[in-house]
């Protein structure tokens, strides 16, 4: 016979409910009861966690203070200045929106510098941009902790900025021009353009240590049977005038400019004066040839400053300037100025013609 089946257990007359509901509940297990009150602790710890998140994904992000000390204003039509922002914008950083550029201009005012680069430095830019050396040389006295990131012409090693290019140390690294290198191409790209030149006027800012510049002209120089003549001016009036008079008694039939940051800013008053003077002249910089000058030869200069752009985001990310190698150009540009050639009735060999990088019309 099968087993009898347990017997069911009534409710008794006055029992309520409930009261079996809550003889029923206190049999399970406790792990199930804690269970449900971790998971409860769990997904409220997630919906606090996930409103953390957001509110910080709300938050701003850093703006970043670049200081650029130039030799003229933002405002003014600087094709080097408009190279490097145009760098930084390449590389994902918006005026306003997590950059902001601090840029000072010395308008030909040198004795501004040490003020101008202290007011940067109380301002804790993130970075310190200038492609003057005596603004390097200025800061690099004023700080050793803010990033200094140079463009410079002439050689770091030698001008005390640097260790090395391959190990700058120190807070200061860049790019160098290569500006003094290239002296002795730009006297053969002359002398083939005006083949018959014999004596070639240079002009120097006395303030800017010319005599440094004139050597590496003159050794190139005497292998091309050339005679230099010095024609020195000094800031910040500059009087150009007398320097191209004495240039015209010495019977110099051509022109070099030695670069500097006063003449950059009057490059269009020294290039109106070679054409009205009808002499062929060869610069440092294609800028004085977009002013008006014959011709330059020199690095790529819009290139070059696109470079000292990513120094500044590679410092930004957090690499330090000791740990990145100065560089040094590897394009370089020759411009001529078809439109001031005419002016001068000089008549550009086709050969000459023909290696220009870039030909103004």
Not at 76 to 91: K, M, S, Y
Not at 113 to 119: D, L, N, Q, T, Y
Not at 170 to 195: D, F, M, Y
Request: hydrophobic letters at 40%; charged letters at 25%.
């Amino acid at each position: 016979m099968g087993s009898n089946p347990k017997p069911v257990p009534s409710i008794k007359s006055g029992q309520a409910l409930s009261q079996v509901q809550s003889s029923r509940t206190s049999t399970e297990p406790r792990r199930s009861i804690q269970s449900r009150k971790w998971a409860r602790i769990v997904t409220v710890g997630i919906t606090l966690g996930m409103c953390g998140a957001v509110a910080q994904a709300q938050q701003p992000g850093k703006i970043s203070r670049i200081g650029y000390i130039g030799t003229v204003g933002p405002e003014a039509r600087n094709p080097n200045f408009e190279a490097f922002r145009r760098g930084l914008r390449d590389l994902g950083y918006i005026k306003g929106q997590n950059i902001v550029v601090e840029h000072r201009s010395l308008e030909g005012k040198v004795d501004r510098i040490p003020s101008v680069v202290a007011e940067l430095v109380q301002l804790k830019v993130d970075v310190l941009v200038s492609p003057i050396s005596a603004v390097i040389r200025a800061a690099k006295q004023a700080t050793k902790t803010t990033p200094i990131v140079m463009v410079v012409t002439q050689d770091p090693v030698g001008a005390g900025f640097i260790d090395s290019l391959a190990r700058p140390g120190g807070n200061i690294t860049g790019v160098t021009r290569l500006t003094r290198e290239l002296s002795g191409k730009r006297l053969e790209l002359l002398k083939e353009v005006v083949p018959r030149t014999s004596s070639v006027g240079v002009l120097l800012d006395s303030d800017a240590k010319p005599a440094d510049a004139l050597k590496d002209y003159e050794a190139a120089a005497r292998a091309l049977e050339l005679t230099l003549q010095s024609l020195a001016v000094r800031g910040p009036n500059l009087d150009l005038e007398r320097a191209f008079r004495d240039g015209a008694k010495e019977r110099v039939s051509a022109l070099i400019t030695v670069t500097t940051p006063l003449f950059v800013r009057h490059a269009k008053r020294i290039t109106d004066l070679t054409i009205k003077n009808r002499l062929p002249s060869m610069f440092e910089g294609s800028e004085y040839v977009e002013a008006g000058g014959l011709m330059s030869y020199s690095g790529n200069d819009a290139e070059t400053f696109r470079r000292a752009a990513t120094y500044v985001d590679k410092i930004l990310k957090g690499t330090k300037p000791a740990d990145l190698p100065v560089e040094q150009p590897t394009k370089f540009e020759f411009v001529i100025n078809l439109k001031t050639a005419k002016q001068i009735g000089l008549t550009i060999p086709p050969n000459v013609l023909a290696r220009a990088d870039r030909v103004i019309k």
